[in-house]
């Protein structure tokens, strides 16, 4: 997409520093908000108080066009990010809403802010916290995860946070995407029982089994490990799956 006048250079992503993509979502009174996305870092940088200004369609949109670039190679986030408007170092913030806690970086000078995919999906609602008691019975069949906030690795064996971000470990699943989508679409769908932690692990491991078989047979490597099982990426196909029956 090219860029608008308003903009007229691409906003260098904050942690990579590559120009980011823009794109435009339906604002919830008129309009539209431009939001940039770095598909290699999986986080979007929103100008003040865009995230207030997305119209419940423009969460939707968005969730589907982040679904489109789920097989993207991932850059783990850099130890210091900067503001793409003043670049200065941002720092790191939380807020909490009924899905749970947030991580996100802002600019001291409320520029903005950047967050990354998964933390805006527990924000929105799509993504649910793993209890104590889900994250140890996955633990006994999926050994290291990846970061919903920062991208590196999690041995939820031992850790029930990362250990860099403290980001919580988190899981995108169907009862949670459909709780937001009768919230965002005011739709009829049919609420669904919390998902049994075995029935989740095996569905992971199996999604995930298939997904490094593909990329043994493209010849594809992991930017970080080899064994680290992706619940958002793997949650996305999963609900995916479902929302088009």
């Known amino acids: 997409m090219?860029?608008?006048p308003s903009h007229p250079a691409p906003t260098a992503c904050p942690s990579c520093r590559a120009p980011m993509v823009?794109?435009?979502?339906?604002?919830?009174?008129?309009?539209e908000v431009e939001l940039d996305l770095c598909f290699s870092c999986q986080g979007i940088w929103f100008d003040e108080f865009e995230s207030l200004q997305l119209a419940p369609q423009g969460v939707i949109t968005l969730f589907k066009l982040l679904h489109q670039h789920r097989d993207d190679q991932r850059l783990p986030l850099a130890v210091r990010l900067l503001c793409p408007r003043c670049a200065e170092p941002m720092v790191p913030s939380q807020d909490r809403v009924k899905s749970g806690?947030?991580?996100?970086?802002?600019c001291l000078e409320q520029h903005?802010?950047?967050?990354?995919?998964?933390?805006?999906?527990?924000?929105?609602?799509?993504?649910?916290?793993?209890?104590g008691h889900e994250i140890k019975e996955l633990a006994a069949q999926i050994g290291t995860v990846?970061?919903?906030g920062c991208g590196g690795p999690v041995d939820i064996r031992h850790d029930s946070a990362c250990t860099?971000?403290?980001?919580?470990?988190?899981?995108?699943?169907p009862g949670a995407v459909e709780q937001a989508l009768v919230r965002y679409e005011q739709s009829a769908l049919k609420a669904s029982a919390p998902p049994d932690p075995n029935l989740v692990a095996a569905t992971l491991l199996q999604a995930?089994?298939?997904?490094?078989?593909?990329?043994?047979?493209?010849?594809?490597?992991?930017?970080?490990t080899t064994d680290i099982t992706d619940l958002l990426a793997i949650g996305f196909e999963t609900v995916w799956n479902k929302l088009r029956v």
């Open 112 to 131: 903005g802010r950047f967050i990354t995919f998964g933390q805006f999906m527990i924000e929105k609602g799509f993504v649910r916290q793993l209890l």
């Open 208 to 224: 995930e089994s298939e997904r490094s078989r593909s990329r043994q047979q493209r010849g594809e490597g992991n930017l970080l």
């Open 164 to 173: 860099h971000c403290r980001a919580p470990i988190a899981i995108l699943d």
């Open 22 to 31: 823009r794109a435009e979502f339906p604002r919830k009174i008129r309009g």
């Open 146 to 148: 990846r970061c919903t």
């Open 101 to 106: 806690i947030f991580n996100y970086l802002r």
């Open 2 to 4: 090219l860029p608008t």
